[in-house]
């Protein structure tokens, strides 16, 4: 299996600024994905993100305001930018290894 | 569109009890479908999955799930549920080659009670 870390866990921040999300996976794979649950509600594709090529984002989802990084196979960032209270969720980055899907176990992100 | 509903939200059941948490699709093409499971405080794990084949499917813990393809379901199922299964449960489905990208249904809290 793959296992995945995910910094910060959680986090409080406030309306305006960004912050970034970091998520390791201790093997290297090719496709990473970025999910986004929002409270009371299921998960949701924000990009994917291969390694050596730009994201891709899913429909509702812009480069601008969630940037991601993918600067090698075990390693991406997601950056939420210029926050508002509507973007406190849980991120969580997943990763595909051996045709299966593992998560890492998300950042809760609460913006005031 | 592509859409997974599943029909409870909030189901308690005593221990010992038989479980079948419900899950629809709607997909227009070849699907793949997996329910994965969040006990509290853990991150999302996959309990099975259906590319093809046997419809009816294994998955850890003694869980199985269901392929009725003319009803676009994939129903979870569990004949004696223990309290170590209170957690939330998602369906979900994907198509085509990108397997990564999951539509997920909103999700089943599972209660049990000792």
């Known amino acids: 299996s793959a296992v995945i870390s995910q910094k910060p866990s959680r986090d409080i921040c406030q309306r305006g600024t960004s912050l970034t999300i970091q998520c390791q996976v201790d093997s290297q794979v090719t496709m990473m994905f970025w999910y986004r649950q929002q409270p009371g509600q299921s998960l949701t594709l924000i990009a994917t993100a291969n390694q050596g090529s730009e994201a891709t984002y899913e429909s509702g989802f812009v480069i601008d305001k969630f940037p991601i990084s993918r600067p090698n196979l075990t390693f991406s960032t997601l950056t939420v930018s210029n926050m508002s209270p509507e973007d406190s969720s849980i991120y969580l980055c997943?990763?595909?290894?051996?045709?299966?899907?593992?998560f890492g176990e998300g950042s809760r992100l609460t913006v005031l | 569109a592509q859409s997974v509903s599943q029909h409870n939200h909030h189901v308690i059941l005593s221990e010992a009890a038989s479980l079948e948490l419900g899950c629809n699709y709607s997909?227009?093409?070849?699907?793949?479908l997996f329910w994965y499971v969040q006990y509290p405080g853990q991150h999302l794990q996959l309990l099975l999955k259906?590319?093809?084949?046997?419809?009816l499917v294994k998955g850890i813990k003694g869980f199985e799930a269901e392929f009725i393809k003319s009803k676009f379901s994939f129903n979870l199922r569990k004949p004696s549920v223990q309290w170590s299964d209170t957690a939330e449960y998602f369906c979900a489905v994907s198509g085509g080659s990108n397997t990564g990208k999951l539509i997920f249904g909103q999700g089943t809290t599972l209660q049990v009670k000792p």
């Open positions: 259906y590319f093809s084949g046997d419809p």
């Open positions: 997909y227009g093409g070849t699907v793949n």
């Open positions: 997943s990763v595909k290894w051996s045709g299966e899907l593992f």
